[in-house]
């Protein structure tokens, strides 16, 4: 028997002609070339604002109603955002309601913040089940809702969304909002949560195949909390990258094609992905946004292991996500590479995983 894998660390960074990753995370296209182009001339490289360059706070501002440059803090990715705003508001041996399935990062975040996580599951179709959601807020100091998901694919009624804004306003429990799959969304236009006491995180790393640049952001229009982060940051990471964020500032300057053209070949992909597997006989949802599909397996650890140890496929274990028995499989890689990677999933779906 193979050896298991340990978790998702063994497989970042991990890439050959052999493999096939259905593993990352991250888009394989270029950015878009506005952001390249600022490399020709760029020569500023001292320390910078540790709130982030105003330029680009600036720049974010169109895409939330009543922003400001200074509802914004500038981060090295999404994940980061996501640990300063839980170490900022946290109290001390609090509850954080996680979805179920969630990223795999989510618990371990809430607890670096001194804090315990909580879940609500989602139900049989992927999306929030409201009452049992109901219940579980009320005992909580804070939410977090990850719309489109990774790991499900799936996207949050419009409906449900507003009545946890209403919800949790009522209770007066923060709501952090992570859209950073927003502009990757197949079914309808993004929803963004609003309150005064929610919390928006994104990052350029998905819409703008920006991954390695580490540049994300957080937007509130809570004064407290965002100077809460600045002093929190100050401590900790100080400014990020000044040339990532001018690379950030240069792609939102880009075409809106750029974003349109990529969200089609999502589609094509998905299509791709969710009828190959149907066709080998898994049980998923279908994706509604992000690029990930989450079908159930048998013994998903043991299938994670062989198919990297025998077949050359790199998988993520459900169980990671707080999902065992399913498997994460991205499909951020092109048609070929998934064709490929379908064929070896159907060979060893007849041989190794039968026997299970």
């Given at each position: 028997?193979?050896?298991?894998?340990?978790?998702?660390?063994?497989?970042?960074?991990?890439?050959?002609?052999?493999?096939?990753?259905?593993?990352?995370?991250?888009?394989?296209?270029?950015?878009?070339?506005?952001?390249?182009?600022?490399?020709?001339?760029?020569?500023?490289?001292?320390?910078?604002?540790?709130?982030?360059?105003?330029?680009?706070?600036?720049?974010?501002?169109?895409?939330?109603?009543?922003?400001?440059?200074?509802?914004?803090?500038?981060?090295?990715?999404?994940?980061?955002?996501?640990d300063l705003v839980l170490r900022v508001i946290s109290k001390q041996g609090a509850k954080v309601l996680l979805p179920r399935p969630y990223y795999y990062s989510y618990p371990f975040n809430v607890l670096f913040a001194g804090m315990e996580p909580a879940y609500?599951?989602?139900?049989?179709?992927?999306?929030?089940?409201?009452?049992?959601?109901?219940?579980?807020?009320?005992?909580?100091?804070?939410?977090?809702?990850?719309?489109?998901?990774?790991?499900?694919?799936?996207?949050?009624?419009?409906?449900?969304?507003?009545?946890?804004?209403?919800?949790?306003?009522?209770?007066?429990?923060?709501?952090?909002?992570?859209?950073?799959?927003?502009?990757?969304?197949?079914?309808?236009?993004?929803?963004?949560?609003?309150?005064?006491?929610?919390?928006?995180?994104?990052?350029?790393?998905?819409?703008?195949?920006?991954?390695?640049?580490?540049?994300?952001?957080?937007?509130?229009?809570?004064?407290?909390?965002?100077?809460?982060?600045?002093?929190?940051?100050?401590?900790?990471?100080?400014?990020?990258?000044?040339?990532?964020?001018?690379?950030?500032?240069?792609?939102?300057?880009?075409?809106?094609?750029?974003?349109?053209?990529?969200?089609?070949?999502?589609?094509?992909?998905?299509?791709?992905?969710?009828?190959?597997?149907?066709?080998?006989?898994?049980?998923?949802?279908?994706?509604?946004?992000?690029?990930?599909?989450?079908?159930?397996?048998?013994?998903?650890?043991?299938?994670?292991?062989?198919?990297?140890?025998?077949?050359?496929?790199?998988?993520?274990?459900?169980?990671?996500?707080?999902?065992?028995?399913?498997?994460?499989?991205?499909?951020?890689?092109?048609?070929?590479?998934?064709?490929?990677?379908?064929?070896?999933?159907?060979?060893?779906?007849?041989?190794?995983?039968?026997?299970?």
């Amino acid at each position: 028997m193979n050896e298991p894998i340990s978790g998702p660390a063994f497989f970042i960074g991990k890439g050959d002609d052999t493999l096939i990753s259905f593993g990352s995370g991250q888009p394989d296209m270029p950015p878009p070339i506005e952001a390249f182009n600022i490399l020709k001339t760029y020569t500023r490289f001292k320390y910078g604002l540790i709130q982030g360059e105003e330029s680009l706070r600036a720049a974010l501002t169109p895409l939330y109603p009543q922003a400001a440059a200074e509802h914004f803090v500038i981060t090295n990715g999404a994940s980061e955002a996501i640990d300063l705003v839980l170490r900022v508001i946290s109290k001390q041996g609090a509850k954080v309601l996680l979805p179920r399935p969630y990223y795999y990062s989510y618990p371990f975040n809430v607890l670096f913040a001194g804090m315990e996580p909580a879940y609500y599951d989602l139900d049989k179709d992927g999306k929030i089940d409201f009452p049992a959601f109901e219940k579980e807020v009320e005992r909580c100091h804070a939410v977090l809702i990850n719309s489109p998901s990774n790991p499900t694919g799936t996207v949050q009624e419009v409906e449900t969304l507003k009545k946890i804004e209403a919800l949790c306003e009522r209770l007066g429990v923060w709501v952090i909002s992570d859209e950073v799959y927003k502009d990757i969304i197949y079914v309808r236009e993004n929803y963004l949560l609003q309150g005064p006491r929610v919390v928006t995180v994104n990052s350029f790393s998905k819409t703008y195949a920006m991954c390695g640049l580490r540049v994300g952001y957080v937007y509130s229009q809570n004064k407290e909390l965002v100077d809460g982060i600045i002093e929190m940051k100050t401590h900790t990471a100080m400014n990020t990258s000044i040339v990532g964020q001018m690379m950030a500032l240069a792609a939102l300057s880009s075409p809106r094609s750029y974003v349109a053209h990529n969200l089609e070949m999502w589609k094509e992909r998905r299509d791709l992905m969710y009828d190959g597997m149907l066709e080998l006989g898994l049980e998923l949802w279908k994706p509604e946004g992000a690029f990930y599909v989450l079908p159930k397996f048998k013994d998903s650890g043991r299938a994670v292991s062989d198919l990297y140890h025998n077949y050359q496929v790199i998988t993520y274990d459900g169980t990671w996500f707080g999902a065992p028995n399913r498997i994460r499989f991205s499909y951020a890689l092109d048609a070929s590479k998934i064709q490929e990677g379908l064929r070896r999933l159907k060979e060893f779906l007849g041989k190794e995983h039968a026997s299970y």
